[in-house]
């Protein structure tokens, strides 16, 4: 079965970091495209990050220079460190398997995990 | 970077149908997939490659793609219907892939 579980969010002031983890089961990261995607307070979905089997990263413009994608293979994890979090980066965070045919689905999603920044 | 335009909001009584669009350039030419989101809760994967059901997804959703209008169909609306749906394409020439609609409230009144 397959099951994405994320944690590390919590409460940072501006200007702090803060890294978040998947843990996969089920399936291999490193064998799958993975993608970060957050939610705002009573917004919509905003992809943010997505990493390809073969090790490229891409990123939204909104975290570009900020956020860093990343996973451990010996872990089976993905990660998502944030450095200099802005108030605008409160939101709840899920990470998705972004399975790869001819397109990109995020098939599996994770329950997210909430960062909020405030001082 | 490719941009996708769905409804904010759509409303029908239950039994009825529910028809949410979700548009964009040329967007026959991309697979679309959709997700529902009912609060509280993560998204879920209700139609992917414009027209496929997940397995444990009803039959009463159903999906096309043509032209610059991609849409999700709800036959049948029932009030566990009731949630946030978006609609997601892959763009693969782009350094922003993954591109999300804005989302469309589903309301069954």
């Known amino acids: 079965e397959v099951q994405l579980v994320e944690s590390g969010g919590g409460l940072v002031q501006p200007g702090g970091s803060l890294r978040l983890s998947c843990a996969a089961s089920g399936f291999t990261v490193s064998s799958n495209y993975m993608s970060w995607v957050r939610q705002a307070p009573g917004k919509g979905l905003e992809w943010v990050s997505v990493?390809?089997?073969?090790?490229?990263?891409y990123y939204a413009d909104s975290v570009k220079g900020r956020f860093t994608i990343s996973r451990d293979n010996s872990k089976n994890t993905l990660y998502l460190q944030m450095n200099s979090l802005r108030a605008e980066d409160t939101a709840v965070y899920y990470c998705?398997?972004?399975?790869?045919?001819?397109?990109?689905?995020?098939?599996?999603w994770g329950q997210g995990t909430l960062v909020t920044v405030s001082s | 970077s490719y941009v996708l335009t769905q409804p904010p909001s759509v409303s029908v009584a239950p039994g009825k149908t529910a028809r949410i669009t979700c548009g964009g350039n040329n967007i026959g030419s991309k697979s679309v997939h959709w997700y529902q989101q009912k609060p509280g809760q993560a998204p879920v994967l209700v139609i992917y490659y414009d027209s496929d059901r997940p397995s444990g997804i009803p039959e009463r959703f159903s999906g096309s793609n043509s032209g610059n209008t991609a849409t999700l169909t709800i036959s049948r609306v029932e009030a566990g219907d009731e949630a946030d749906y978006y609609c997601q394409v892959w763009d693969s020439s782009s350094d922003h892939p993954l591109v999300f609609g804005g989302g469309t409230k589903l309301t069954v009144l």
């Open positions: 990493i390809y089997s073969g090790g490229s990263t």
């Open positions: 998705a398997r972004a399975r790869y045919s001819s397109s990109v689905v995020a098939d599996y």
